[in-house]
């Protein structure tokens, strides 16, 4: 399965919206993840801060499998983003559970894997690059979600056949009575397994028309997204997702395109242009861009391009605009209020 290989999730702005509901803030989580609020608001986030945003609402929540439940269950479908609706909207359970994988692709970092095998079906959840594993509460919210939209889409309480997890997962009578079935811990690799009939049941919520709409859009979307982008696009995406986190490093780029440090290197040069001048790049644009958030504050613009002190960042900037943080953002404030007033 082609994955996209740029490390940046959007979050839907149904989690945020579903979260206020069970009582917990976007204030509330950035202060337990330990980042910015301003990234938070955001809701583009680098594949580490997205672990870390879950992994504070399980800690906020308390138990892992009551969180999993909640916004499960809490989660309005009227908040889903474009990808889940052309699930919900789609003519039967097997169609929404097809399409649910094929569109996963555009958000990492899960993968989904179905195998229709007697009377069985079993959906396997893997993590885009294993080496990167992510809290609990994120698998069994995936895999929670995938029956959920089975109830919603049907209008049925279906139950699951058999639900494992790698890891532990909280409170298994709360899990087990959600999903109907006996939940494995310790397993191989995390699965729901559902009837194989069930994939034949109709969607109440089907609408043809939206769907008629929604893929085209999407499937263009997906076949951009896994199409040839230049490398030089890929290392500076990566780079502008990584930078709240310090400085990034050519060994951990290369990584996360799957290819040495030298091969990067190599393919950069093809490119002419190099790991330094993008980040150099990358940096001065993102400075731009949040210098035009009034509500950030010169050193949060500072960490949120990966600068240790605010000093660094101003001697950087200098070298790039020719004036200060500043005064840069203050003429940059009266350019846009002359070409309103125009």
């Keep these: 399965m082609q994955t996209n290989t740029s490390d940046s999730i959007k979050i839907p702005p149904g989690v945020w919206a579903g979260l206020i509901q069970l009582g917990i803030t976007a204030q509330d989580i950035a202060s337990k993840a330990s980042l910015p609020l301003s990234l938070i608001r955001e809701s583009v986030v680098t594949t580490a801060q997205y672990f870390a945003i879950w992994q504070a609402y399980s800690d906020l929540v308390g138990d892992t499998a009551e969180g999993i ?16 609706l052309a699930t919900y909207h789609a003519k039967d359970y097997r169609d929404a559970l097809n399409r649910m994988v094929r569109y996963k692709r555009m958000c990492p970092p899960e993968s989904l894997h179905i195998i229709e095998e007697g009377e069985l079906c079993t959906i396997e959840l893997n993590w885009q690059h294993p080496e990167h594993s992510g809290p609990p509460l994120l698998l069994g919210l995936t895999l929670a979600f995938l029956l959920e939209l089975g109830r ?34 310790g397993a191989e690799t995390n699965r729901l397994t559902l009837r194989r009939s069930d994939l034949d049941l109709p969607f109440i919520s089907y609408n043809e028309e939206l769907l008629e709409i929604l893929t085209p859009v999407l499937d263009r979307t997906l076949a951009e997204q896994q199409g040839s982008r230049s490398i030089t696009e890929r290392v500076k995406w990566i780079m502008k997702r990584s930078l709240s986190g310090g400085q990034p490093e050519i060994q951990t780029v290369a990584k996360e395109l799957r290819m040495s ?27 731009r861009a949040y210098l035009a958030d009034p509500s950030l504050d010169i050193k949060e613009v500072a960490f949120l391009i990966g600068y240790e002190d605010q000093n660094s960042f101003y001697r950087a900037f200098r070298l790039w605009e020719g004036d200060t943080p500043s005064n840069w953002r203050v003429k940059q404030e009266l350019w846009r209020k002359t070409l309103v007033t125009e």
């Design 69 to 84: 439940i909640k916004l499960a269950t809490v989660f309005e479908t009227t908040q889903y983003p474009p990808t889940v």
């Design 152 to 185: 919603r889409g049907t209008g049925i309480p279906m139950t699951a056949q058999f639900v494992e997890f790698s890891q532990p997962i909280g409170n298994l009578q709360v899990l087990e009575a959600y999903f109907g079935c006996r939940i494995q811990i």
């Design 261 to 287: 440090a030298r091969t990067l290197q190599r393919r950069l040069t093809e490119e002419n242009t190099s790991f330094k001048h993008l980040l150099t790049q990358a940096r001065h644009e993102q400075a």
